[in-house]
């Protein structure tokens, strides 16, 4: 069962801080805050089948991601990459 509270999501990546939030999302936004040495970076958004839904650039600091409308609810995973390093976030979408 899922909580209904929001929580932070941070990932450490040698020197670069990365937090998607809201976790779970209301399925309108997502802010995903790049943080570190890495001043940019990329990121893609899949559904449980693998499926790329969204994806885009990242600067250093808070990015809104407006998601699309017919963004259903579920689960998605958030691949990040920020200069060489990579990592994935699952996020929930109510």
Do not use: C, H, W
């Not at 020197?15 to 997502?30: A, D, K, M, W």
């Not at 802010?31 to 839904?53: A, Q």
């Amino acid at each position: 069962m899922f909580s209904t509270s929001s929580r932070v999501i941070s990932q450490e990546l040698t020197s670069t801080r990365i937090e998607v939030y809201p976790n779970p999302s209301n399925g309108r936004t997502l802010n995903i805050l790049l943080n570190g040495d890495s001043s940019n970076g990329t990121f893609e958004m899949y559904n449980l089948l693998g499926r790329k839904v969204l994806n885009g650039n990242l600067e250093s600091g808070i990015n809104r991601i407006d998601l699309p409308s017919n963004t259903l609810i579920g689960i998605y995973i958030i691949s990040i990459k920020a200069g060489v390093q990579e990592t994935k976030i699952r996020v929930v979408i109510n």
